[in-house]
């Protein structure tokens, strides 16, 4: 450590004095992929606001975006918070699957056809299971929050059938579970990190991305040429406030209650402000001449049918019994 930071902690230690417990750190870490001008950032800042305001200063988090801490490799940010290099994150399910395979389930195409359905897993008996797989992985989940469903963009013309997607080089996420989506599709699907994407965007070595709205809008994907948009709800991914086992037991009773309780509200609060901006956000992006393509539903049951061949790949790897419950939860909500 630093001089300068040892000082700076022992002074921090002398203001909050009796309050402080002397085990804490100065500074938690929290890691986010997406900074605060995203719902996602702000799902995180929400967190630490909270948890200052209730702990009065005692529990000092600070959030380190753009997968910083993870040198930009997003997938690698759970295996650092087991490993006591990152003591909490906000992350998403997708980033995070490579290491838990179970958070492979919400990234099963077209499984959650509206947000009822995200709510009927995440809120029921398999969100508390994936939250058990998370656990038993290094990691204590305390909170769900929402990146949003993911829609599909690119460059080259609207997307309307798989056929369209035929030789498209699309940009995806981390798990490979996505490398065996697209390829069902006949697209030529290429993983890369977010750092990598708009670059990748810009420069045209791909032709389309799938992502948020909200991130789709903020992050000005538009921009580099990506101008034809399909609202096709293939999939959603859910964010995951956690903290390392290793830093868990290391707060008292009250305190994980607090941590909890205050990840808890942020993600409701996060949750429900993002859905509420989803209608303004597709009228901006509109209004910037994106070409956004509604699929009917039959249109949107030939995309279900072309990727039929994940589930039976992916269904043994993330367990029957998870994705029958899920698949139930759905069914019933
Ligand atoms: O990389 C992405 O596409 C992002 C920002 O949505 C995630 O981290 C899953």
Redesign the pocket.
Same mark, same amino acid.
């Given at each position: 450590l630093k001089r300068r930071t040892l000082l700076a902690a022992a002074t921090l230690g002398m203001l909050l004095g009796p309050f402080a417990s002397a085990d804490y750190k100065a500074e938690y870490t929290v890691s986010t +992929?997406?900074p605060a001008a995203f719902p &996602?950032g702000q799902a995180a800042e929400k967190w630490v606001e909270l948890v200052t305001e209730r702990s009065q200063g005692r529990i000092n988090m600070k959030i380190y975006s753009n997968?910083q801490l993870v040198s930009g490799d $997003?997938t690698k940010e759970f295996s650092a918070m087991r490993s006591g290099l990152i003591d909490m994150a906000v992350g998403?399910t997708? =980033?995070w699957s490579p290491q838990v395979p179970e958070l492979n389930l919400f990234s099963l195409p077209f499984l959650m056809p509206d947000e009822q359905a995200i709510d009927a897993i995440t809120q029921g008996e398999a969100g508390e299971a994936v939250f058990k797989a998370i656990e038993k992985r290094g990691v204590t989940p305390l909170a769900w929050g929402e990146?949003g469903f993911?829609e599909l963009s690119n460059s080259k013309r609207a997307i309307v059938t798989p056929d369209d997607l035929k030789g498209l080089k699309i940009?995806v +996420?981390?798990s490979p579970l996505f490398q065996d989506t697209f390829s069902a599709l006949g697209a030529n699907p290429t993983q890369m990190? &977010?750092a990598d994407?708009k670059p990748a965007l810009t420069t045209g070595a791909v032709d389309g $991305?799938? =992502?948020?709205l909200s +991130?789709f809008d903020v992050a000005r994907i538009d921009q580099v040429g990506q101008l034809y948009l399909t609202q096709w709800h293939y999939m959603a991914?859910p964010l995951v406030f956690a903290v390392s086992n290793r830093v868990w037991k290391t707060f008292s009773v009250e305190d994980q209650a607090l941590l909890k309780q205050a990840a808890i509200d942020a993600g409701q609060w996060e949750i429900k402000k993002s859905r509420a901006e989803l209608a303004d956000t597709l009228a901006t992006i509109k209004q910037r001449g994106v070409n956004v393509t509604d699929l009917t539903p039959e249109q949107q049951a030939a995309f279900v049918q072309a990727t039929q061949s994940v589930y039976d790949s992916w269904t043994p790897r993330i367990g029957a019994d998870l994705v029958k419950q899920a698949q139930d939860a759905v069914a019933n909500r």
């Open positions: +992929v997406l &996602w997968s $997003q998403s997708i =980033n990146n993911r940009r +996420v981390g990190s &977010w994407a $991305q799938e =992502n948020p +991130v991914d």
